[in-house]
């Protein structure tokens, strides 16, 4: 089975500073995806940002951007002008192409301060 | 709005006793799972289904069953033989279109405890 690790448990960033957090995975696939999921203290997961290994441009999305490095098996969650929102446990997930349950990292919880 | 509707929020399961989580989604999905959340822990899948009347084992299914005889509903039973049920739990569906980078949607979870 595929691994996800995140080695970060826990990460802080001032308000308006930009934060990375990181994951790397351990896969002998060549075709898969890759997402970053939030949890709020609501504790509702709420998808941030997705990566489909066959694609070499890194996603955006708004703030959010990622740096995908296939050839390391890195997929690191870059957050840009943090917000007091952005507080929340991000998890790094992954996906063979050939299933569709996700294998998720434990985690790095991020606190923003103002 | 289309969604995923878990419910209870809460609930309580004596010792011996089975308890059934519920999970119905009206995104039209065709796949739905169960994740157990732990402390300091990612999500773990428990099991899933791709179709209806049809559904596989994932990384803990011991202590647990489901039922999947409609589409929008997958309820999760966790038995008796589940010796430490305490945890959060998270259903999740998602769509099997030919785009198979679509993105698993979650409920809002239910948090079982130990009387």
């Known amino acids: 089975a595929q691994t996800v690790t995140q080695s970060q448990p826990e990460m802080s960033v001032q308000e308006a500073e930009t934060v990375t957090l990181s994951c790397t995975y351990d896969t002998s696939e060549s075709d898969y995806y890759l997402f970053w999921y939030k949890q709020p203290p609501s504790r509702q997961m709420i998808l941030v940002i997705r990566q489909e290994a066959y694609k070499q441009q890194n996603a955006t999305e708004n703030r959010f951007s990622v740096n995908f490095q296939k050839a390391a098996k890195s997929f690191s969650l870059k957050i840009s002008d943090s917000q007091l929102g952005d507080a929340a446990m991000y998890f790094c997930?992954?996906?063979?192409?050939?299933?569709?349950?996700?294998?998720f990292g434990k985690g790095t919880s991020l606190l923003v301060t103002p | 709005d289309g969604g995923i509707t878990q419910s209870p929020k809460y609930l309580f399961r004596k010792e011996g006793q089975n308890v059934t989580l519920s999970c119905e989604q009206n995104?039209?999905?065709?796949?739905m799972y169960w994740y157990r959340q732990d402390p300091g822990q990612g999500l773990r899948l428990i099991y899933y289904?791709?179709?209806?009347?049809?559904?596989q084992k994932g990384d803990i299914a011991e202590g647990y069953s489901v039922s999947r005889e409609k589409k929008e509903s997958f309820p999760l039973t966790v038995t008796s033989a589940q010796k430490n049920p305490t945890a959060f739990y998270l259903c999740?569906?998602?769509?099997?279109?030919?785009?198979?980078?679509?993105?698993?949607?979650f409920g809002d979870g239910t948090r079982l405890s130990i009387l």
């Open positions: 999740a569906s998602s769509s099997l279109g030919q785009l198979s980078n679509q993105p698993q949607h």
């Open positions: 995104l039209n999905h065709d796949a």
């Open positions: 997930a992954y996906r063979s192409r050939l299933a569709y349950a996700l294998n």
């Open positions: 289904s791709q179709i209806v009347n049809d559904f």
